[in-house]
């Protein structure tokens, strides 16, 4: 494969430190200054990465960076982090190589960074899938918990780690994640008590403080103030850059992606609250009768609070603050605590607490992600644990002895591995193996490990010895094993060259690490060692109600009292790196060593002495002289004939043999000396690095002699090119002037002969208009006298016709004068005989007058009387008929007036012609009606007997008469189709709602009523839903209500009744069933439908009977009636009441 780019190319300073020349502390710190102040903050010592922390954001971890160095090889481009993560990543997945990556560095340096970095790295580059994307979104959001309860704010740093972490994620056979496993080592748990000035607590106290709700903190009866706790430092309460509410949220975040359930995050919360209220717990003394002080809570409010919080009695735990039994055999002794002896325990209390919290949610994570496949996992571990601390002013205590420890051993197995990396290549490439020498620091390890005389059994021993144990009784005992130690310093020795240096105070002892001497002061390793936490306390919370109390303090289960003391601290740590180191020997170790610039936590400051410290203790100047104790620099043989082949004549441009054949032609043609390297199977091994410099200069020298004649060519063809397109150019330009002066004649000669045309043209035209204007006067002639004669001939005509008319007028003149005299000589004869004729009639009219007087006479005195009463009588009625002329009342049917009685004699006539007289204008009503007027008078008629007094909406419908097609189904276009599929006549077309059984809820629907048959359609389409004979009606009900609601019920069996009776609601409720009533009887020819009126009835629905019931009191929105879905077997209707 052809390689485009190299570690050495565009190279600042030495990007591997193997290739440094020369090589000294002084040269090494430089090299780092130098890539530093160019932001190049990696560099190698062979497969070994320098990172060096910047203190800001660099754009060197994009994404585009990450696709740059994937399946790249390490060397190939400038140094990085992500060739480190590739190269372990590859052999992993390419050759089955469990893989480790080991980050170490002091605090402030980045090693947390950098293990984030490599973890997304693998995530950027592995599978893809739901499955693995939620695998690796576990595995990276496991970090900001663990930093949240395992880092704090030093001095040194904003994000200290104040654990060792050691990650094994477990790859398939593909390379795709599959879950993980983390452990971690010695939580710096003393921090959760006391913090030294410029620090802080572990930062989820903060965070919680600072970003929970107040609900959430008045559940866990917290304060926001930090003042309030005494376990809370002040000085450094607030850090600039972090802000503890928004990381609060990123911590919830993560653990609920990670998979804690929300109960166990309240569980984890209550807990940390609780860590707060027992640093607030104080104590006073109390003296007894026997003369012992006893201590006493001062202020049990915090106490209350926090056993409430953990479910705990509080006089159990008071007690257990104020006394302590101790158990030996089969007898029980209970001492007081005394004031300093109850602070002691309330300390080591909340120390276990917190410690044993941490290792739960360690444990709880790993339950989330751990791989659930049971076959074989590759594995890539991932080590973060805290480098050499080496305080100047003598404070290092038990942890720096600890953590120093641990670096001891990994320093030995970084050693160890290495040469064993270095002895396998050269076996593996066919080369001499020559011993390497270099200082082998096992004897610092089993200055401090070994099992009879090492530090920490003699601390265990003196831990465990009964009688007085102190801090002093301890150091004597390390004066007598450990004097004659090489490495071992103390001023008491009995080493006689120590007892004049007065360096050492008296409670201290020097140790010669591989990185340098290390002053410890011995006060606090016995207690500290000791860890005690008093039975009595492990049995109070083990009694405690809170859900994790049981899991965290197992020992305090009364059953299971185990009287054995419990492992120290340096025994359990001792038990887990020994652990650590066979794993890590199972192994192909990948190093990351992190340096810190500065102290002041700042960008582009480089402190040279803060860095060679850094460079002593992480022992690189070591690493880099084991490096290149063999050979200095080693490459594959193509990627090396390919940089260096133009160094001689016969492998430029192209080699065409075997790549090894290549590079010894080349290197014989350079005169290279032969001890300056070695052929290998498969690579190159250069000796000296100023062989390898030598190379470099000679390929640059001929890059340049290159890079002229690569110029030189180009230019002649840039000249070429430029006279080419000159010469086209002036052959297009020439052809554009061409056509331009062609089409410049064309122009002009077409314009010329387009003067010529005009001119013809115009002639011509003149010439035949003369000719059109000549024809046109003569026809023009012509006419004129044509319309003359034709004039002349009219007149002649019409006074003939005159003429005529006058002699026939004179003729029917005469004839009309005739006419009239003849007609009045008739009609005087005429008005004389009626003359006549009248006379006669009244002449014998007085004739006859005088006879009937003259035959009166004679019988009116004997009849006198009772004449005069019948003329009386004849008169009062004569009066009577007269006077009702004038009184009788209008003709409309309803009004029910009628003129007083005037006489008694009167009452049966006047009741008569009341009646007579009703009966009349009735009669003259009815003549004036149509039939479609009487039906539905009579329909009216019909429904007053159905409904009237029975239901409450009949009095509003009297008024509104019956329109019968309310949707004008036969004129409506919508309703085309609708209408062909009803073939009888329609009559009664209305929009109902049907009422669904599920809700209660109305769908609109198309009412349509023949004479055989009802229809439901749908309101938009017009499809027919339903169609069911009037036969298959059984009855209707409805309630006695102001409501629209009818159920219509059928015939059960029959096909209709398949889906069940029909339940609606219509805005014309008295008009359908009315009409319904009378067509059923008309069509069924039986007896009427039954009509049921009630408050309550049942509806069949398919298989089920609900009930319908109806209520008064108005719905929440509007005035009309609304049904709702009660149960499976009711639905309630709510009818407004009525006004």
Not at 201 to 219: P, R
Not at 821 to 829: G, I, Q, V, W
Not at 994 to 1022: E, M, Y
Not at 1057 to 1085: P, Y
């Amino acid at each position: 494969m052809e390689v485009k780019t190299s570690l050495l190319d565009n190279m600042i300073g030495v990007g591997d430190m193997v290739l440094l020349e020369p090589l000294n502390e002084d040269s090494f710190i430089e090299n780092l200054r130098k890539r530093f102040d160019h932001n190049e903050i990696y560099t190698y010592i062979g497969s070994v990465v320098i990172s060096m922390n910047p203190y800001r954001s660099l754009p060197i971890f994009t994404p585009e960076k990450v696709e740059e160095y994937r399946n790249r090889n390490f060397y190939e481009l400038s140094p990085h982090i992500y060739a480190l993560a590739d190269e372990a990543y590859r052999s992993l997945r390419d050759q089955d190589k469990d893989q480790c990556i080991l980050i170490t560095g002091e605090s402030g340096a980045g090693k947390t960074e950098a293990s984030k970095l490599v973890m997304s790295y693998v995530a950027a580059v592995c599978g893809r899938g739901q499955e693995v994307n939620k695998v690796k979104e576990q595995l990276l959001q496991s970090n900001p918990v663990l930093e949240a309860f395992g880092n704090a704010k030093t001095v040194r740093n904003d994000n200290s780690s104040r654990f060792g972490k050691y990650m094994d994620i477990e790859f398939d056979f593909k390379g795709d994640p599959l879950g993980g496993v983390i452990s971690n080592y010695l939580l710096e748990k003393s921090r959760v008590c006391k913090q030294p000035r410029g620090e802080r607590n572990f930062h989820i106290f903060y965070q919680l403080l600072s970003g929970a709700s107040g609900d959430t903190l008045t559940k866990l009866k917290l304060d926001r103030d930090f003042s309030k706790y005494n376990y809370l430092s002040l000085d450094s309460a607030t850090v600039n850059g972090l802000d503890d509410a928004a990381s609060f949220r990123t911590v919830r975040n993560a653990m609920q992606i990670v998979g804690f359930m929300e109960d166990e995050v309240q569980l984890v919360l209550e807990l940390v609250a609780a860590v707060l209220k027992l640093g607030n717990i104080e104590f006073k003394p109390e003296s007894r009768v026997n003369g012992f002080d006893e201590s006493r809570v001062k202020d049990k409010n915090d106490l209350k609070e926090m056993c409430e919080l953990l479910g705990i009695e509080q006089s159990v735990l008071e007690r257990a603050f104020s006394y302590r039994t101790v158990e030996a055999k089969m007898e029980k002794v209970s001492t007081t605590l005394n004031v300093a002896q109850a602070y002691y325990a309330r300390d080591a209390l909340a120390k276990n607490l917190y410690s044993r919290l941490f290792s739960w949610l360690v444990t709880r994570i790993n339950e989330s992600i751990k791989a659930q496949a049971k076959t074989r996992h590759k594995v890539m571990g991932v080590l973060d644990i805290y480098g050499f601390e080496i305080f100047e002013d003598g404070d290092n205590s038990f942890e720096q002895f600890i953590i120093n420890y641990c670096n001891e051993k990994l320093q030995q197995i970084f050693i160890e591995l290495t040469l064993r990396e270095e002895q396998e290549e050269y076996v593996r490439e066919g080369i001499e193996w020559t011993n390497i020498e270099y200082f082998n620091n096992a004897i610092i390890c089993d200055l401090i490990e070994n099992n009879q005389n090492g530090i920490l059994a003699m601390l265990d021993e003196e831990c465990l010895r009964p009688g007085t144990v102190t801090d002093d009784t301890f150091l004597d005992k390390l004066n007598t094993i450990c004097a004659e130690h090489q490495h071992f310093e103390s001023r008491l020795s009995k080493n006689s060259k120590f007892l004049t240096d007065h360096s050492l105070p008296h409670s201290c002892f020097r140790i010669q690490h591989y990185a340098g001497k290390v002053l410890y002061r011995v006060e606090g390793f016995v207690d500290k060692n000791n860890d005690l936490l008093y039975r009595d306390l492990s049995q109070a919370m083990y009694k405690a109600t809170h859900s994790l109390m049981r899991q965290l303090f197992p020992e305090g289960n009364p059953a299971k009292v185990n009287l054995k003391r419990p492992p120290t601290a340096g025994f359990q740590f001792k038990a887990s790196v020994g652990g650590l180191m066979r794993n890590l020997q199972t192994k192909n170790p990948n190093y990351i060593r992190c340096i810190k610039p500065n102290d002041k936590k700042a960008a582009h400051i480089f402190t040279d002495s803060l860095v060679c410290h850094q460079v002593r203790y992480l022992g690189l100047m070591e690493n880099v002289r084991v490096r290149r104790a063999g050979y200095a620099f080693r490459q594959p043989y193509e990627p090396c004939l390919e940089r260096y082949k133009m160094l001689c004549k016969q492998t430029w441009p192209h080699w065409r043999g075997p790549a090894r054949d290549g590079v010894e032609v080349l290197l014989t043609d350079c005169s290279v000396p032969a001890e300056e390297f070695a052929y290998g199977r498969s690579k190159i091994f250069i000796r000296n690095p100023r062989t390898l410099f030598t190379l470099e200069e000679r390929r640059r020298a001929c890059l340049e002699d290159l890079a002229t004649l690569i110029q030189k060519i180009y230019r002649g063809w840039k000249c070429r090119t430029h006279f080419l397109l000159l010469k086209k150019s002036q052959v297009v330009v020439a052809a554009w002037y061409r056509r331009y002066a062609q089409q410049k004649k064309y122009v002009k000669i077409k314009s010329a002969t387009l003067v010529m045309q005009s001119f013809t043209r115009g002639w011509k035209a003149r010439k035949i208009l003369r000719q059109l204007k000549y024809e046109k006067r003569c026809k023009e002639a012509v006419t004129t006298i044509a319309a003359y004669w034709h004039g002349t001939q009219a007149r002649r005509e019409l006074r003939f016709l005159k003429k005529e008319a006058r002699e026939k007028h004179a003729v029917s003149v005469i004839w009309a004068g005739w006419q009239g005299t003849k007609a009045r000589r008739e009609l005087r004869c005429l008005k004389e005989e009626a003359r006549r004729k009248h006379a006669v009639a009244v002449i014998w009219a007085y004739w006859r007058g005088l006879q009937v007087r003259r035959e009166y006479r004679k019988f009116f005195r004997a009849n006198a009387g009772k004449k005069i009463y019948c003329f009386i009588i004849q008169r009062i009625m004569q009066k009577y008929f007269l006077g009702l002329k004038t009184t009788v009342p209008s003709m409309s049917p309803i009004d029910n007036t009628w003129s007083a009685q005037p006489y008694s004699f009167l009452e049966g006539a006047h009741t008569e012609l009341r009646r007579i007289f009703h009966l009349w204008r009735c009669k003259k009503h009815r003549g004036q009606f149509t039939e479609e007027k009487k039906a539905v008078y009579e329909e009216k008629l019909e429904a007053s007997e159905i409904f009237k007094n029975k239901k409450a909406l009949y009095p509003s419908s009297v008024s509104q008469p019956f329109k019968g097609d309310y949707l004008e189904i036969h004129k409506n276009p919508k309703y085309q189709k609708l209408n062909s599929a009803v073939e009888e006549k329609v009559l009664l077309a209305d929009v109902v709602n049907k009422i669904n059984r599920a809700n209660g809820k109305g769908s609109p629907r198309l009412f349509l009523l023949t004479k055989n048959n009802f229809v439901l359609a749908d309101q938009k389409t017009g499809q027919v839903k339903a169609s069911v004979p009037l036969p298959d009606l059984t009855s209707v009900s409805v309630s006695t209500q102001s409501d629209g609601f009818f159920a219509l019920k059928l015939k059960e069996g029959s096909a209709s009744a398949a889906k069940g009776d029909f339940l609606l609601n219509s805005e014309h409720l008295i008009e359908i069933i009315t009409k319904l009533h009378r067509t059923w009887t008309t069509a069924a020819d039986k007896d009427q439908i039954n009509i049921d009126i009630s408050d309550e009835f049942l509806v069949q629905f398919k298989q089920d009977k609900v009930c319908v019931k109806f209520i008064q009191g108005g719905p929440k929105n509007g005035t009309s009636a609304a049904c709702k879905r009660k149960n499976n077997r009711l639905l309630e209707v709510s009818v407004p009441s009525s006004p």
